[in-house]
């Protein structure tokens, strides 16, 4: 049981690889199903694990209201180290438990000031024109969904670039880009090792919303150039930080990747990098899961048997 309570929390190491492949090799589509998977079962399986060497070292602190057995030294023998990592997995739970409530409710207060700012907007079908001079244009999930543009993000481009900057915005809508990024937002939390699976997601959704905008216009150069312009008009982060369509980041590779073929939604074979990268996320997913299982179903029987009658 020893390894097979500490391995979930050492595998998220694997984050930065399989987010780097995954990023670059995978059709974005399948690049942030995949990491946003990988990276809700990866936080689940070490928080869960965290959470057994809490209870395990909340039973060694004097005054507990624990069983005494829980802290015999038949369940210190079975848990290396517990004195010292069981004790330092209380405060480290515990700053989990609150940073994930605190990006939760900032969610949901910037969701509701989203909300608020479209209320007295003219309806409009789903778009949404806010006369502000910010250039600035997000998708907005209801109900009822919205792709609100403002009036100076609109200036800069011309009737084309209009049309993708839209159909950009309603491919966010359609794919619930927004789950994708608040999951591995709150993975990383769960674990700050998975914060390179949810920067990449925030650059997947967004690749793959530039990649059915250019389905549905047909023309790939029309986005790029879109794109282009917009993260040119518009500077920082977007409001309410919503998916955007000139959301900060590696601009110019979602230019680049527009302007060269687009990548293969069928899945990679394994000698490929991206089948490596599918591999190695699936691997290390799978692993994490049976130890955190396996950790969980072993101390819980080690407890029963420590537990007096």
């Keep these: 049981?020893?390894?097979?309570?500490?391995l979930p929390l050492l595998l998220p190491l694997t984050a930065f690889p399989v987010a780097r492949l995954a990023g670059d090799h995978l059709h974005p589509r399948t690049a942030t199903r995949l990491l946003t998977v990988v990276s809700v079962v990866l936080s689940v399986c070490s928080t869960l694990c965290l959470a057994l060497l809490v209870v395990v070292g909340t039973a060694q602190l004097p005054?507990?209201?624990?069983?005494d057995g829980w802290s015999d030294a038949e369940v210190r023998d079975a848990i290396p180290h517990v004195s010292l990592f069981g004790i330092l997995a209380i405060p480290t739970f515990l700053a989990i438990v609150i940073a994930v409530a605190v990006t939760h409710r900032r969610?949901?207060?910037?969701?509701?000031?989203?909300?608020?700012a479209v209320a007295g907007a003219p309806?409009?079908?789903?778009l949404t024109v806010l006369p502000d001079p910010t250039p600035y244009a997000y998708a907005l999930r209801g109900p009822p969904d919205r792709i609100v543009v403002s009036t100076g993000m609109l200036l800069p481009l011309d009737d084309e670039e209009r049309r993708a900057l839209i159909a950009h915005e309603r491919a966010h809508l359609k794919g619930r880009h927004h789950l994708a990024l608040a999951a591995t937002r709150l993975a990383a939390c769960a674990h700050p090792l998975l914060r390179p699976i949810h920067t990449t997601v925030a650059y997947t959704v967004e690749r793959w919303a530039d990649e059915d905008a250019a389905e549905a216009l047909g023309d790939r150069r029309t986005i790029a150039r879109a794109v282009g312009k917009a993260a040119l008009a518009a500077k920082g982060r977007p409001p309410f930080g919503a998916p955007a369509f000139a959301a900060p980041g590696p601009v110019p590779r979602r230019v680049a990747a527009l302007l060269g073929p687009p990548l293969p939604t069928a899945w990679p074979t394994p000698r490929s990098?991206?089948?490596?990268?599918?591999?190695?996320a699936a691997t290390g997913t799978t692993v994490s899961v049976l130890a955190s299982l396996n950790a969980a179903v072993a101390l819980v029987l080690l407890l029963i048997a420590a537990t007096p009658l």
């Design 1 to 6: 049981m020893p390894l097979a309570l500490y």
């Design 273 to 280: 990098r991206a089948g490596v990268a599918a591999l190695v």
């Design 107 to 116: 969610d949901r207060v910037e969701h509701r000031l989203a909300l608020d």
């Design 123 to 126: 309806a409009g079908g789903e």
């Design 63 to 67: 005054g507990n209201p624990l069983p």
